[in-house]
C-alpha cells in the first residue's frame, strides 16, 4: 500500500528554477540555489517549519548547484567552471568542467561519502557527469540525455543517479561499478534525489507536482504531493533531520498554471522520515 504525504509551503519568496537544497549541520543552515537567476541562498529553519532566507551570493551566470565544506566554505558550479567561495567573501576559481562557450550548462551536483563534489551538465550534445578530484575532473559518465540528482545508500557503497529526459534512474557500486537501470518514471520527469536512513529513495519528479519515496530495489513505497508542478529537488533539514525540503520553480509555467499553483517556486516541507547527514566537501581535494 502506497503511503500519501502532503508538504506544505515554507518560504514567503519564490524562485524561477530553485533547486539543490543542501543542509550544513554544523551552522544550522539550509543552501539551495536558484539557477537561471545565478544565486546561492542561504536560510534558517524555524520550529514552525519556516525557511527564512538569511543570506545570498549572486554570480553573473547560472549556478547549477552548492556544496560546503566542514571549514563554511562553500563550492558552486558555475555555468561552466567550479568556484570556491571563503567564508571571508573571497572567490576562487577552482577548475573548468565544460568548454568555453558551451552551449549547455552545469546542473546538479553532490558530494560523495569521500568528500568529492560529482556534477552533471545538460544542454549540450553529449551530457557528462564528472567528479572533481585532486584538482580536475573525472567523468563518471559521458552519453547522459540531462545528468541531474546524485545520491549514495547510507553505507555508501550504492550511487544513484538521474538522466531526465530518458526518465530513468540508474544505479551502480561505488566507486566504480558498471551503471544499470534501477526504475524509470512514466508521468513526468525524475529529477533531484535523496536517500533517507532507511536506504530510500526520495525523488522529485518535474512535472509531476509530487516527490516519490522508492525502496533500494525501485519499489514505490510513498508519495508527497505538492502543490506547484515543476518539483525540482529534495533534502532532509532539520537537528534532527527529520524535515524534507523540496524545491519548487515557475520556469516554464504557463500563466494558466501559474493561476491554479500561485506557490510555485517556494519551498515546501513535510514530514516523512529521518534523513542521512549530507557529508562536507573535502576541499583540499
Known amino acids: 500500500m502506497i503511503t500519501r504525504h502532503v ?10 528554477l530553485g533547486e539543490g537544497p543542501v543542509w550544513d549541520a554544523a551552522r544550522q543552515r539550509l543552501l539551495w540555489v536558484d539557477i537561471m537567476a545565478g544565486d546561492v541562498h542561504e536560510g534558517r529553519l524555524g520550529a514552525d517549519g519556516r525557511i527564512v532566507t538569511t543570506g545570498v551570493w549572486s554570480f553573473e551566470q547560472s549556478v547549477g548547484a552548492v556544496a560546503v565544506a ?18 571571508d567573501g573571497r572567490r576562487t576559481p577552482l577548475a573548468r568542467v565544460l568548454p568555453e562557450g558551451s552551449p549547455g550548462r552545469l546542473n546538479d551536483g553532490a558530494v560523495d561519502p569521500d568528500g568529492r563534489f560529482l556534477v552533471g551538465s545538460l544542454g549540450n550534445d553529449r551530457e557528462v557527469l564528472v567528479r572533481f578530484e585532486g584538482g580536475g575532473c573525472t567523468v563518471i559518465d559521458d552519453d547522459l540525455t540531462l545528468s541531474n540528482g546524485l545520491a549514495w545508500s547510507p553505507a555508501g557503497d550504492r550511487f544513484y543517479s538521474v538522466d531526465t529526459l530518458s526518465r530513468t534512474v540508474y544505479v551502480r557500486d561505488y566507486p566504480d561499478g558498471a551503471r544499470s537501470v534501477l526504475f524509470t518514471v512514466a508521468d513526468g520527469y525524475p529529477d533531484g534525489l535523496c536517500v533517507d536512513a532507511a536506504g530510500n529513495l526520495w525523488l522529485a519528479v518535474w512535472g509531476g507536482g509530487r516527490v516519490e519515496c522508492r525502496s533500494a530495489e525501485g519499489e514505490l513505497l510513498a508519495v508527497v504531493e505538492v502543490d506547484a508542478p515543476h518539483t525540482s529537488s529534495v533534502a532532509f533539514a532539520g537537528p534532527e533531520l527529520d524535515v524534507l525540503v523540496i524545491t519548487t520553480a515557475t520556469q516554464d509555467l504557463s500563466p494558466g498554471d501559474l493561476a491554479r499553483h500561485p506557490s510555485s517556486g517556494r519551498l515546501f516541507t513535510a514530514r ?8 562536507y566537501w573535502r576541499s583540499g581535494s
Open 7 to 16: 508538504s506544505r509551503v515554507a518560504s514567503d519568496a519564490g524562485f524561477l
Open 272 to 279: 516523512v522520515g529521518t534523513g542521512l547527514r549530507t557529508p
Open 70 to 87: 566542514e571549514t563554511g566554505d562553500l563550492l558552486v558550479a558555475q555555468r561552466e567552471t567550479l568556484t570556491r567561495v571563503h567564508t
